[in-house]
């Protein structure tokens, strides 16, 4: 008898309020990283309707006061607001009518310095109680990398047509050719597994935000052609694949104003889709001293490559 099995996976768009976190994290290390490759950054946020709330620790060493270890606050070393605007307007989100736009919205910094003893752990020198002198980590944690041969990325079948998806989705809605498409979105795609091997797509579920002033008919009928059948291969759609485009009905409103947002929400997103082990650990807003993140690239690494 056939091993048989299905395994699901989901992705998730820019739009969506917990990519948006990330986003805007990633952002504001990217701009540490540029002022001081050294930058010691853990940057969270939260969005919610109008809001989005910065929290965590930055140091950046380059611009320390060397006799007495101080840095200036952040927000007088960066441009916050800039930084924060610019990653939204990125995404998309700039339509007259959302409440979540880019220079609409209201921002709270708690970003503070690093802690002198998570940073003494990491410094490459000695220290009372430190073990050695080398470069430490911030944190425990435990990182896995994960590859397979079933897709081109060495990722499993569920969790790149699902993130093919998105990609596509994003790519129509910013070339302009589909204006009822807005930011947030979801997809989700099962796969059924015979002797360990992906032969059927059983559903694909796309949930996409939209103008109030689009029918349902029409973007169930336009992604199905245009994005679902684009970005998966025939071979892998049978004359039972069940499609469920926007299966509420309705998703006008999304983002922010519709649900909050928080950095590192989507961990199972960023690595296998549930397929391969995961730590526990997020990614975004976390310079390559936190292992969390660099661990964990590194595991993939080494799986890609053996």
């Known amino acids: 008898m056939a091993n048989s099995f299905v395994f699901s996976s989901e992705s998730v768009g820019e739009g ?18 540029a002022q001081d490759r050294f930058s010691r950054v853990a940057c969270e946020t939260m969005v919610k309707s109008n809001m989005v709330i910065l929290a965590g620790e930055i140091t950046i060493p380059k611009l320390q006061n060397a006799k007495t270890g101080t840095t200036k606050p952040i927000d ?21 009518d959302d409440v979540f736009h880019a220079d609409k919205i209201f921002l709270n910094n708690y970003l503070t310095t690093q802690s002198p003893d998570i940073a003494q752990g990491v410094d490459a020198k000695k220290a009372k109680g430190k073990k050695t002198a080398e470069q430490g980590a911030g944190d425990q944690g435990i990182m896995f990398g994960y590859a397979c041969s079933e897709t081109p990325e060495l ?4 969790i790149m047509f699902a993130h093919r998806l998105g990609r596509e989705l994003t790519k129509v809605r910013k070339s302009g050719k ?25 559903n694909v579920v796309i949930s996409t935000q939209h103008t109030a002033d689009v029918a349902h008919a029409e973007i169930e009928k336009y992604l199905i ?6 970005v998966i291969p025939a071979k892998m759609l049978t004359k039972n694949t069940e499609y469920l485009i926007n299966p509420t009905g309705r998703f006008v409103v999304g983002g922010p104003q519709g649900d909050s947002g928080l950095t590192g929400r989507k961990i199972i997103v960023d690595t296998y889709g549930g397929w391969g082990r995961h730590g526990g650990g997020a990614f975004s807003g976390k310079d390559p001293s936190k292992v969390d993140r660099s661990a964990a690239y590194m595991g993939r690494w080494v799986a890609k490559n053996n």
Do not use: F
């Open 16 to 33: 969506h309020p917990d990519k948006v976190a990330d986003l805007i994290s990633d952002s504001v290390l990217d701009a540490c990283l």
């Open 76 to 96: 007088q070393v960066l441009n916050l607001g800039e930084i924060v605007r610019d990653a939204i307007r990125d995404i998309g989100y700039t339509n007259d």
């Open 155 to 158: 990722m499993p079948t569920p």
């Open 178 to 202: 589909v204006a009822w498409l807005r930011p947030d979105a979801k997809s989700q795609v099962s796969v059924r597994y015979e002797n360990d091997q992906p032969v059927e797509v059983v």
């Open 225 to 230: 052609e245009n994005v679902v059948k684009k």
